[in-house]
């Protein structure tokens, strides 16, 4: 059974730092890719980074280049989301997931969510 665990998540001021973990079980993600993602109240989930859990490699939406950074343990088989320099619009639930791509429906493993909130 393939469980991703989200934790992390909280209120913050405007400007503050958060990190997320998200831990994954059930079996092996090496060949996809481990994405957050995010959903604000009234809007579409949208993608805001991913990596490739064998290389590393990172990818990111605009919205976020140079605030939040993605990272993976592969020994304690969890991806991290540095996020620096929140704004309030980046306040969301935020997602980790396992799958292809940038968005939502290429994602076949999904997390339950960690709230952040970023205020004024």
């Known amino acids: 059974q393939v469980q991703l665990v989200e934790s992390g998540g909280a209120l913050v001021q405007t400007g503050g730092s958060l990190r997320l973990s998200c831990v994954a079980s059930?079996?092996?993600?090496?060949?996809?890719?481990m994405g957050w993602f995010r959903q604000a109240p009234g809007k579409e989930r949208e993608f805001v980074a991913r990596?490739?859990?064998?290389?590393?490699?990172?990818y990111y939406a605009d919205s976020v280049k140079g605030r939040f950074t993605i990272s993976r343990d592969n020994a304690k088989n969890t991806v991290y989301l540095q996020m620096n320099e929140l704004k309030p619009e980046d306040t969301a639930l935020y997602y980790c997931?396992?799958?292809?791509?940038?968005?939502?429906?290429?994602?076949?493993?999904w997390g339950q969510g960690t709230q952040v909130t970023v205020s004024l």
């Open positions: 997931a396992a799958g292809w791509g940038v968005v939502p429906a290429g994602y076949d493993y």
């Open positions: 990596i490739r859990w064998s290389s590393g490699m990172p």
């Open positions: 059930g079996r092996t993600f090496s060949s996809l890719y």
